[in-house]
């Protein structure tokens, strides 16, 4: 079960504008904007307008035109962009971390975009632990 949804979260701010964002689109489901601290040359986020804390929360609480349309916003913005295949880019990484081990800083669901550069491997390798 998720954590109740925190109204003060920063993207809850950004949705009702009283937090400035670089918007790069916007429909009756999601919101894309640049993220602040970009860890790729293109780095976006795409949340959805209602609040839900994790991809999780998304998946089991949401109506389907919820999760269609959020899904859909999220490819809009990646052919937006030029990051997809079919737009001439070489591809993108789509990214929702959920949860404190998968380090979510923001209690609202949030799908990262990047491109723009070759990616590297998904995850970094971490030292085995002593058994």
Sequence with gaps: MAKPYD???????ILRDEIPCKRVYEDPF???FHDINPQAPVH???IPKAPYVSLDDFLAEATDPQITGF?????K?????????SEGGQGFRA?????????QDVPHLHVHLFGG???????????????
């Design 95 to 103: 990214l929702a971390n959920a949860g404190g081990d998968a380090h």
């Design 44 to 46: 976006v986020l795409v």
């Design 77 to 85: 913005v990646s052919r937006a962009l030029g990051l997809a295949e």
């Design 30 to 32: 999601a919101l894309a």
């Design 7 to 13: 109204h003060d979260n920063i993207f809850a701010k």
């Design 117 to 131: 550069k070759p990616l590297g491997p998904m995850l970094a390798k971490q030292p085995e632990s002593p058994k």
């Design 71 to 75: 899904f859909r916003a999220v490819g």
